[in-house]
């Protein structure tokens, strides 16, 4: 899982990028699901 998020290409520290997937059902399936 950490994995996808260092991949996603935003500029967000990872902390935000958790906190947002979290939260964001479209965000989390972009990053799962490129």
């Given at each position: 899982c950490m994995n996808l998020?260092?991949?996603e290409p935003s500029k967000q520290r990872?902390?935000?990028k958790r906190?947002?997937?979290t939260w964001n059902d479209d965000y989390r399936a972009k990053v799962v699901f490129g």
């Open positions: 998020l260092e991949r990872m902390v935000k906190r947002k997937a």
